[in-house]
């Protein structure tokens, strides 16, 4: 029996299963509607997309070098006890492999693509990590560098991930540039950067931040009784100053470099390049924390007693 595309949506809404496991249900069981729902309840696929709908807050962000290719990836589940499970830290680094090989343009994309080492999908072993660990599992979001020299580092057993780009020339020992990229990424890690330099800084964001420095100026002014284009004029050499520090707390190369606050990140890989006869450029970087800006659920454990004693 033929199935066509309205088939197989219509078995997704009924199931919540994705649409390439609905498909190949349709396939195996002739097009029949309910034969194909008993084909995904017998795998545990529809059993498997009933987490989908729970918070997933924890897991791991990662970061690898593969045959050159820099990978970061966050890749979240419900409780952080599944951190430390070795079988979904395979699934992680199984995915960051596969975004090194396929260069997808997406997430949706990267589900599409064979897992290393199977013949199943992204998608397909990702619900089998469902099912096996028993926790809601998403991938969340993923940073490809395919160009430049990448250094990869991870913090806290997965709590963070770094891929540092640089663009190396003239230099024959890479391993002072790996220590210096490493050094560098932790400092990414530690202390938050928004941005690689004054020149990336959202505009509107940049717009912001001085109204909001201006009118602190010329608050702080009218202290002092002074004529109001006066007041306007030294409020606006402070915004200058004050700019210049919101740069250096949220740009990476402003920062002070935190073995050595004397120099910026940007005068310490000066330095450390000249000293080896060559040049290094800081090309981007990605920080990923896991489940960052994700709304986690607060439990109340008392109304829930409450509720099963009813």
Same mark, same amino acid.
């Given at each position: 029996?033929?199935? +066509? &595309?309205?088939? %197989? ?6 199931? #919540? =299963? *994705? ?5 190949? /249900?349709? $396939? ?27 918070? +997933? &807050?924890?897991? %791991? ?6 045959? #050159? =290719? *820099? ?5 979240? /589940?419900? $409780? ?28 949706? &994309? ?201």
């Amino acid at each position: 029996m033929a199935f +066509t &595309a309205k088939d %197989v949506k219509d078995l997704r809404e009924a199931t #919540g =299963v *994705g649409m390439m496991d609905c498909k190949k /249900a349709l $396939t195996e069981s002739d097009g029949d509607m309910e034969k194909a729902i008993v084909y995904l309840r017998e795998r545990g696929l529809a059993a498997a997309q009933k987490k989908a709908g729970r918070v +997933t &807050a924890e897991g %791991v962000a990662y970061a690898n070098v593969y045959d #050159g =290719v *820099g990978v970061a990836v966050e890749v979240n /589940a419900e $409780t952080d006890f599944v951190a430390k499970n070795e079988m979904f830290n395979a699934f992680v680094a199984g995915v960051a492999e596969a975004v090194a090989k396929y260069s997808p343009a997406n997430v949706d &994309a990267l589900m599409a693509e064979k897992f290393p080492g199977t013949d199943t999908t992204v998608a397909e072993q990702q619900q089998e990590m469902i099912l096996v660990i028993g926790e809601n599992i998403s991938v969340r979001r993923f940073a490809r560098y395919a160009d430049g020299f990448s250094i990869p580092y991870v913090h806290a057993g997965g709590k963070i991930g770094v891929i540092v780009n640089l663009d190396v020339s003239g230099i024959s020992n890479m391993d002072v540039v790996t220590e210096l990229g490493k050094d560098i990424a932790m400092q990414i890690a530690a202390m938050r950067p928004l941005y690689l330099d004054a020149s990336s800084v959202d505009a509107t964001e940049l717009e912001k931040e001085k109204e909001i420095q201006l009118a602190k100026a010329l608050e702080e002014n009218k202290a002092k009784n002074l004529p109001e284009d006066k007041s306007r004029q030294i409020a606006e050499n402070m915004v200058k100053g004050r700019i210049n520090k919101f740069y250096e707390e949220i740009c990476l190369l402003n920062q002070p470099y935190v073995k050595e606050n004397k120099l910026t990140v940007e005068q310490h890989v000066a330095q450390v390049a000249k000293e080896l006869g060559g040049s290094i450029k800081i090309n981007a970087f990605t920080r990923f924390e896991k489940g960052e800006g994700i709304e986690k659920k607060e439990d109340d454990f008392a109304a829930e007693v409450a509720k099963m004693v009813k």
